[in-house]
């Protein structure tokens, strides 16, 4: 029976494919043979005398007589169970089990996720199109919600009770998911805020990095600017070795003419000694001619300061400071208060350089132009400086003194106490003094060689200051009056304003001057455009209510500040 049975025929020539018996169809036609054996060995029809038992064994050991069915079984004892089943695996599916392979270490190490949502969640609340129940099942679901509606008789039916629930369920779904958006989206911006925090910390420290170098900078500037006086004091002694060697040389050959009269030796003699006597600029190399100092290069580090970021506070005068002016960022600054001092600060160190003495009263206007600071005083004189003969040293030894009595100029605790600067650091600053206002100076501006001054005595006077002299005197009243008389109207005359007079109203507020154009802000409200060339009033500007305080114009626009709390912008 087993023999006549085609399908438990096991096919052994065929290679390792599907007719192999390692395959499932030869795996189960083997199985079915050893049933069937086995059915017949102990059925209740089985044959005493153990005939099928013997044809079946025979039938058994004659297939595993046959060469393929010996290879294959001793390939599969070779072969493990792992490989066996890996064996049945495509290319693709074995790539694809490689590269999601973990080891046991990786799996026992997994932090703790405190998240309350999967990958698997995340990713179906942000792409709700990718899930199998996307736009379509919505579609679907709306289109039977309209039904559901057209159809209200049937509402008491189970087959509506279970819609409705389905559309709860699926609404609860969509809810779910908007809450896991929102907490993506906050863990966006909790990562999003680290990241800013850090980058804020890298910023602060090439900040300071950035400040470091500017601070080399400035040091390797003082350096160069020390090593070229040097060069030029080891030049001014080179250049009177020279003159004393030709002066020598002249010597020994007057020495061999015998002509020589006592007068013209006596003339010689004198001659030759005072070349010989070096001279004070020479003899002192700290009271050689100063020349004006540019810095080689800018800070940029104000650049990188967030808009309304306090940089350095001073504590720099015991009373109210009345003005103020300073040429570059990190530059150099000048300050006059009402305590009767004027001092010049190095922004980049913050530390005070000295004092300009010689004013008898306080200062309340000043300019700082390059190395030129003017500054105009209560005591009505006008001074000029040169900042460029200051004695100071960036490195903070005081002037005359030696670097191991520092005991520190800079002060970067806002509150500790100011340091006086060194005495004698200003004693070379002084020019010339201007003398002719009969009032106190309350405003200057000065462009190239041009200054103009406005002082309390109601005049504008414009000085030469190459000469140093006053050339033109500008009567603020009677240019007020002329202009009443030549147009005839109020619109130029003196008018009072409707403010009540201050003490901090000063006559003449503002004024500024570019090249033959002085714009002037007075005390009655009034801007007026003065002509230098002519010495006229141009044009007037009528719009404030009180004292005009401030002011600056460009080429097209002039903006105006006024004790009236108001800024006025026109048309130059």
């Not at 294959?72 to 493990?80: I, K, N, P, V, Y």
């Not at 629930?165 to 699926?170: H, V």
Request: hydrophobic share 35%.
């Amino acid at each position: 029976m087993a023999d006549s049975d085609p399908n438990n025929a096991i096919h052994d020539d065929a290679p390792l494919g599907e007719d192999s018996i390692l395959s499932p169809r030869g795996i189960e036609a083997f199985t079915r043979k050893v049933t069937t054996t086995a059915s017949h060995l102990v059925g209740p029809g089985s044959d005493p005398s153990g005939n099928h038992y013997h044809s079946a064994m025979a039938q058994v050991q004659k297939q595993l007589r046959k060469p393929g069915m010996q290879r294959g079984m001793f390939a599969m004892a070779r072969t493990t169970p792992t490989d066996l089943v890996r064996s049945k695996f495509s290319t693709t599916e074995i790539q694809s089990r490689a590269l999601s392979y973990l080891p046991d270490d990786m799996l026992q190490n997994i932090p703790e996720n405190d998240n309350s949502y999967s990958l698997f969640q995340g990713f179906q609340a942000s792409f709700p199109e990718l899930a199998p129940d996307g736009k379509k099942h919505r579609r679907r679901v709306s289109r039977g919600r309209k039904m559901l509606e057209e159809t209200s008789s049937a509402a008491d039916s189970p087959h509506h009770l279970h819609k409705l629930k389905k559309d709860r369920s699926s609404l609860m779904h969509e809810l779910e998911m908007l809450g896991i958006r929102k907490n993506m989206a906050s863990s966006e911006i909790r990562e999003i805020d680290n990241k800013i925090a850090n980058l804020a910390g890298m910023r602060r420290i090439i900040i300071d990095r950035l400040a470091g170098l500017e601070q080399e900078e400035a040091l390797l500037e003082h350096d160069i600017v020390d090593m070229e006086g040097r060069i030029e004091d080891a030049q001014t002694l080179v250049d009177e070795a020279e003159s004393i060697a030709a002066a020598a040389e002249t010597r020994s050959k007057s020495d061999d003419d015998d002509l020589v009269t006592d007068q013209d030796a006596d003339e010689f003699m004198s001659k030759s000694i005072y070349e010989k006597l070096p001279s004070s600029a020479s003899s002192t190399p700290s009271k050689r001619r100063h020349k004006a100092v540019k810095r080689k290069s800018m800070p940029i580090l104000h650049e990188h300061f967030e808009p309304g970021f306090m940089i350095r506070e001073i504590k720099a005068h015991a009373d109210q400071v009345t003005t103020m002016d300073f040429d570059v960022p990190f530059g150099t600054m000048v300050s006059a208060s009402l305590d009767d001092t004027v001092k010049v600060w190095d922004l980049n160190a913050g530390r005070c350089i000295g004092m300009l003495e010689g004013h008898t009263a306080s200062v309340r206007a000043l300019q700082v132009e390059d190395n030129i600071c003017i500054t105009g005083s209560m005591d009505a004189t006008i001074r000029l400086w040169d900042l460029s003969k200051a004695h100071y040293d960036p490195q903070g030894s005081q002037f005359g003194r030696d670097d191991e009595d520092d005991d520190g100029m800079a002060f970067e605790n806002p509150d500790d106490q100011p340091v006086d600067p060194p005495e004698g650091s200003m004693a070379d600053c002084p020019l010339f003094t201007l003398e002719s206002h009969m009032d106190e100076i309350t405003a200057l501006h000065f462009r190239g060689d041009v200054l103009v001054s406005g002082s309390a005595d109601k005049t504008l006077r414009q000085w030469d200051l190459v000469k140093g002299r006053c050339v033109q005197t500008l009567d603020v009243m009677w240019a007020a009056a002329q202009a009443s008389v030549s147009i005839g109207t109020g619109e130029g005359t003196w008018r009072q304003t409707s403010r009540p007079a201050t003490q901090a109203a000063d006559f003449v507020g503002s004024l500024q001057v570019f090249e033959s154009a002085l714009a002037c802000g007075t005390a009655d409200g009034m801007v007026r455009l003065w002509d230098l060339r002519s010495g006229q009033v141009h044009r007037s500007l009528v719009g404030h209510t009180g004292p005009v305080t401030c002011l600056q114009f460009d080429d097209v626009h002039l903006v105006t500040g006024s004790l009236d709390r108001s800024i006025r912008v026109s048309f130059a």
